[in-house]
Every structure is written in structure tokens, then in C-alpha cells.
């Protein structure tokens, strides 16, 4: 069970707009920054966002991210069938003094 | 362009150590601010961060796994090693290396993976 909360699965259509969250605590997303990552399926991570809202180069406008106290999101607009994937949230947690990974959700574009 | 690879046995037998390789091109791992890290995965399963390697030797462990675990690099080969010792069925998963600069979660380039079975 990890100390990130993200919900198992999302779904959407193509064209819509999909929000993952991330719960956590004053010792992780409350006082650290968070990134996120995107699996498609049988392959490596992929860095998808960094610093809570940050895109790295290539990764579409489509995505973006947020933070609030102890939450964060990543949202997905214009959905598109090659966002279908497993998605993991990160964040540094001052008690554990580690790195954590959220549970993953997996998005389903319908 | 950075790509990096893991090498290592498929399957190791519980008890024993695992020792898996990272070999990378495309960055020097002599450079400021430069990192390579650890990452697993069981299978079906959340990732789960290990150890990361900085370019000046600084090394950092899962808390949780720090007993068993040391990461070591050899720049002249271009090369990250990490052995995790007393291996156990819950190790089985797919390891993989990643290039990090500066952050500890914020790797922005990863080797394809290496799964690791684990079975008498």
C-alpha cells in the first residue's frame, strides 16, 4: 500500500478530457514536488510531467499538471487511444526519507 | 541521444545475490549533477525506487531495502552496478536503470528493463 494514493483506474473517450489524482500527506506532495510518469503497456516509464506542472520536451501540450496542499493531478485533454496506459505519480517523503511511487492508474480510452 | 541497458541473470535462486548492470551511453556519468538510478517493478505491480548513483559518488537507497542493497559505478566503463542481497520470491520483478539530473525522482530517460525471477 503506498503512501500515494492514486485511483486504480480512468476511463474516457477520445477527444475528452481525464484528471488522474494523487493523494498524499504533509510529508510528501505538501512539501515536495511531484512528477508522473506514463507506461504503455510491455515498456519502460516515461516522463510525462516534473515539478508538479512541468512538461519535458516532445511530451504533447495535452498534458498537464497541478498541485494542491496535499494533492496533485494530471490531466489529459483531447484524449487520444495512444494515451492508453498505466500512470504513476512520485513524490520525495520526508518521513519514510525516500522516494515514493503512487499505486498507478491505469487510463482506458474507450 | 542517452540510452541506457540492464544486464544481468533472469533467474537467481533465493538466498543468493543479485548483481545487475547498467550500461549507458550518451552522458558521462562524470558530469555535475549527473545520476543513474534503480527502479523495480513486480510484475502487475507499482514501481518501486531502489537506489540512485550521483556523479560525485553520492549514493542513495530505498530505506526500506538499504540492508540489502549497494550501488556502485564504474565511469571509465560507463557502467552502474547494484546488488541486492538474500534474494526472496517478493524480488522477483523487472529492474530497471535511469538517468537522472539532479533529482532523485526525475528521470527522464530509462533502459528497457531486465526481469529477475526468483525460484528455487
Known amino acids: 500500500q503506498s503512501v500515494l494514493t492514486q485511483p486504480p483506474s480512468a476511463s474516457g473517450t477520445p477527444g475528452q478530457r481525464v484528471t488522474i489524482s494523487c493523494s498524499g500527506s504533509s510529508s510528501n506532495i505538501g512539501s515536495n514536488t511531484v512528477h508522473w510518469y506514463q507506461q504503455l503497456p510491455g515498456t519502460a516509464p516515461k516522463l510525462v510531467m516534473y515539478?508538479?506542472?512541468h512538461r519535458p520536451s516532445g511530451v504533447p501540450d495535452r498534458f498537464s499538471g497541478s498541485k494542491s496542499g496535499t494533492s496533485a493531478s494530471l490531466a489529459i485533454s483531447g484524449l487520444q487511444s495512444e494515451d492508453e496506459a498505466d500512470y504513476y505519480c512520485a513524490a520525495w517523503d520526508d518521513s519514510l526519507r525516500g522516494p515514493v511511487f503512487g499505486g498507478g492508474t491505469k487510463l482506458t480510452v474507450l | 541521444q542517452i540510452t541506457l541497458k540492464e544486464s544481468g541473470p533472469a533467474l537467481v535462486k533465493p538466498t543468493q545475490t543479485l548483481t545487475l548492470t547498467c550500461t549507458f551511453s550518451g552522458f558521462s556519468l562524470s558530469t555535475s549533477e549527473v545520476g543513474v538510478g534503480w527502479i523495480r517493478q513486480p510484475p502487475g505491480k507499482a514501481l518501486e525506487w531502489l537506489a540512485l548513483i550521483y556523479w560525485d559518488d553520492d549514493k542513495r537507497y530505498s530505506p526500506s531495502l538499504k540492508s540489502r542493497l549497494t550501488i556502485t559505478r564504474d565511469t571509465s566503463k560507463n557502467q552502474v552496478v547494484l546488488t541486492l542481497t538474500n534474494m526472496d520470491p517478493v524480488d522477483t520483478a523487472t529492474y530497471y536503470c535511469?538517468?537522472?539530473?539532479?533529482?532523485?525522482?526525475?528521470?527522464?530517460?530509462w533502459g528497457p528493463g531486465a526481469l529477475v525471477t526468483v525460484s528455487s
Open positions: 515539478y508538479n506542472y
Open positions: 535511469a538517468h537522472t539530473f539532479g533529482e532523485v525522482l526525475r528521470f527522464d530517460s
